[in-house]
């Protein structure tokens, strides 16, 4: 990092800025979307949507860290919490040293599908509607290649 | 809320799922960077940039809450923190009854100078030079009409 640094050019920075900004405010109206309709905070979502995903409805805490990208602590916290509120359990796992499971109950599955139409609803609204196929396919796109750029490092 | 969900087509929920992931994707990764290479949380950088954003290293306490779009509590939590590591300071503001500023310390603008040049570094290898400057205005553009959206409600 000795180099001077190469800095944004004015048309970089502004394209840079503005998905800095929509990622801010994106995340916040969604979080709050949430909380005032469906009565759960976006941490909880993020977990919920990841269990949903995987055909039985559980994941090794591990496998679940890495797939939304948490520090083990901060995912153990919110685990602990929504344990509490009967969302998830753990189920430890002698046999095989791998380390626990975090598992959906059937009241996180019902608080997740109570939540899914609302939200798909406002993801219709905010994003899907207002870019149309041919926008939101280069969005996906796009974020793909950067994705794969992230996983190479 | 009671007519029948519009659940996402495949085509959309591609699109959808890819964009969020890469959302996880790249806060974590630009969130690690910095606390690795450089010392500051992403909070820290987030506060620091959009104080460096206006002419005098200086906004309202409440301008700043609404510009990076965070609850006051989370904010007032973290503002507290940064005060105590002499980054900003609070400025009272008896005479007009709108509140307090929060201004750049002299070291609090050392920390983000600091920074710049490695962020800058990795923002380029991780999202602009991957993307190329079509791709890149490309996003930029769609950025700017969801953010014309929720800014609409």
Redesign the interface.
């Known amino acids: 990092?000795n180099a001077t640094?190469?800095?944004?050019s004015p048309?970089?920075q502004?394209?840079?800025r503005?998905?800095i900004?929509?990622?801010?405010?994106?995340?916040?109206?969604l979080v709050r979307d949430l909380q005032a309709n469906c009565k759960v905070s976006g941490a909880d979502f993020?977990i919920l949507v990841a269990l949903t995903d995987t055909p039985d409805g559980r994941q090794r805490f591990q496998d679940l860290a890495k797939s939304?990208?948490?520090e083990q602590s901060r995912l153990s916290h919110q685990i602990a919490r929504m344990c509490k509120r009967g969302l998830v359990a753990r189920e430890e796992c002698a046999e095989d040293g791998r380390g626990a499971f975090v598992v959906l109950t059937a009241a996180g599955r019902d608080t997740i599908e109570s939540a899914?139409?609302?939200h798909?609803?406002t993801?219709?609204?905010?994003?899907?509607d207002?870019?149309g196929?041919d926008?939101?396919?280069?969005?996906?796109r796009?974020?793909?290649?950067?994705?794969?750029?992230?996983d190479n490092g």
């Open positions: 990092m640094p190469q800095w944004l048309a970089e502004d394209a840079w503005s998905f900004r929509l990622h801010q405010k994106l995340t916040a109206t993020e939304i990208d948490w899914a139409p609302h798909v609803a993801v219709r609204r905010l994003v899907i207002p870019l196929p926008d939101l396919a280069t969005l996906g796009i974020s793909s290649r950067i994705l794969t750029q992230l």
